[in-house]
């Protein structure tokens, strides 16, 4: 079975395309989404994301493409915090975001895809005997009433 984080790997692209149409970001807010979030561009300052997708962000040659990237991201940011993610401030606010989109959004997402499927009751109850079972002394058994629903 993947992990959480082999599954994001190779299915990143596929949510962020989904979390771009699940959140209806068009235009700059596409372009900044795309580019801040994917794991590529990880340690990437805003400057360089933005001077590589100028012609994205900006309307006119007197703007400046990486305060139309931050501004956005910002909006971007608002919307994420409106929708669930736990509000923060400051520049490292994006970082926030992120890791709320791998943990939280992805494994929603990933369950809604079938690409995680639920636990059988089976599953579930050796989980929890493996993890009495670590615990000295401690013993477990199946109730009798539990076998009627196997």
């Keep these: 079975m ?27 807010q596409e372009v900044v989404f795309r580019k801040r979030f994917i794991k590529d561009n990880d340690g990437c300052l ?10 994205h962000l900006i309307d006119k040659e007197s703007q ?9 991201l910002a909006a971007i940011c608002d919307k994420l915090e ?12 994006w970082k926030n975001c992120r890791q709320w989109l791998r943990e939280v959004m992805f494994l929603q997402w990933a ?23 670590h615990q000295e002394g401690l013993t477990v058994e199946i109730p009798a009433l539990l076998y009627l629903w196997l």
């Excluded at 984080?5 to 068009?26: A, C, H, P, V």
């Excluded at 369950?111 to 079972?133: H, R, T």
Aim: with cysteine; glycine share 8%; proline share 2%.
């Design 2 to 28: 993947k992990t959480l984080t082999q599954l994001y790997d190779e299915y990143e692209g596929d949510f962020i395309d989904g979390m771009i149409n699940r959140f209806k970001f068009s235009g700059k």
């Design 46 to 55: 805003h400057q360089k994301l933005a001077d590589n997708f100028t012609k």
């Design 64 to 72: 400046d493409a990486t305060q139309i990237f931050k501004q956005t």
């Design 82 to 93: 409106e929708i669930g993610c736990p509000s923060s401030k400051g520049a490292e606010r």
């Design 111 to 133: 369950k809604e895809q079938g690409l995680i499927k639920p636990k059988s009751i089976d599953e579930c109850w050796q989980e929890l005997k493996e993890k009495v079972a």
